[in-house]
């Protein structure tokens, strides 16, 4: 193995990483097909994936990087509330990318100091990636995608991507030993509320729940898929979670810095009580998809979750919304009290 290919493995490695790879630039060539055919499958997300042709032409943007350093990070070892599960996304609520509390954001800034300590030029976007992650891992043979989409390592699907472009040529590719999916295996598409997931590798960020409770989902009371959303206020997890390859894969042995003095104040109904500063300045820095100008839509997200299963105790918390400051959480209750009869 080359010296310097060794050193930044080893010291992926030593600072928490699952697994790290090196892949050469040109291999994110054939990125550029497999999103050509998901475009054809689905053509009304084209102008949401036309955005993602930059990951497979990097050199048009960085023309000095010649290799990619993908990394793997576990996070399905942190203790996860039991009142959030089914709530929030588990991925979200030890989301690292932006948390400087957490020991992984650390070392990501150390391993990529380390990078340029050793004498390479280095790029890197923290929020949504300089690069198709999951692409650039399977290059990498760090494990494989699986039928719902996801990347998965020996840990299974709760695994982090990161990765850094470098200005040497380098190279270090595994062969990954995981099995495929079972052949007859359909559970990751039986189990998506809204067929978002219709088939193997597929799909429609349109309807999707992680979308239409971040990006999508604007207009709540005529939103085809409201009832579909379930109790999902922000992400999904119900492929992963029916999936038999992440069976006894997530193992809660360590506390997320802050997650659970912050479970404390998440509830629907705590959610519908919140004031617009405690969600700008506490919510929306950790769950960051929602931009700060658009915290209403927890509160929206909240309604929605308290109609597809609701209890009585939910009612005075929805007819209280209906007096909200903002004029989205007070339609988004006036439609909640005209659908249950309230």
């Known amino acids: 193995m080359n010296l310097l290919v060794e050193k930044i493995k080893n010291a992926a490695l030593n600072m928490g990483y699952e697994k790290c790879g090196i892949i050469k630039i040109s291999d994110m060539s054939g990125y550029e097909e497999k999103l050509n055919e998901r475009i054809q499958r689905i053509p009304e997300v084209k102008p949401y994936y036309e955005g993602f042709y930059r990951f497979a032409r990097l050199q048009d943007t960085y023309p000095w990087a ?7 990070r576990q996070y399905g070892k942190y203790h996860i509330p039991d009142h959030l599960k089914g709530l929030i996304g588990k991925y979200y609520l030890v989301d690292s990318r932006r948390d400087e509390n957490s020991e992984d954001f650390q070392d990501s800034l150390k391993f ?18 300089i690069t198709a992650f999951r692409w650039a891992a399977l290059k990498a043979g760090l494990g494989l995608v699986r039928r719902n989409n996801f990347f998965y390592t020996e840990s299974g699907s709760w695994v982090h ?37 219709s088939e193997p590798y597929t799909m429609n960020r349109l309807s999707c729940i992680s979308c ?36 006894g894969s997530w193992r809660a042995a360590e506390e997320f810095p802050g997650l659970t003095e912050l479970s404390e104040h998440i509830s629907l109904e705590k959610i519908l009580e919140m004031d617009y500063t405690f969600l700008e300045k506490v919510m929306q820095p950790k769950f960051w998809y929602i931009g700060k100008d658009d915290v209403w839509r927890w509160k929206t997200n909240a309604i929605n979750a308290m109609v597809n299963d609701y209890k009585e105790q939910y009612g005075e918390y929805i007819r209280c919304a209906s007096n909200d400051s903002n004029e989205k959480v007070r339609e988004m209750a006036q439609w909640a009290i005209g659908k249950l009869n309230l």
């Open 161 to 197: 991507l990161e990765a850094w472009l470098i200005d040497k040529e380098l190279e270090s590719v595994e062969k990954p030993t995981l099995k495929e999916c079972p052949k007859n295996c359909n559970l990751c598409i039986k189990s998506c509320p809204t067929a978002s997931l």
């Open 66 to 72: 010649k290799s990619i350093v993908i990394c793997v």
């Open 212 to 247: 239409l409770t971040t990006f999508e989902g604007w207009d709540l009371p005529n939103e085809k898929f409201n009832s579909q959303m379930g109790s999902w206020v922000f992400g999904c997890d119900a492929c992963q979670d029916v999936c038999p390859m992440n069976k």
């Open 112 to 129: 990529e100091a380390y990078l340029q300590e050793i004498g390479l030029k280095t790029a890197a976007e923290r929020k949504f990636g």
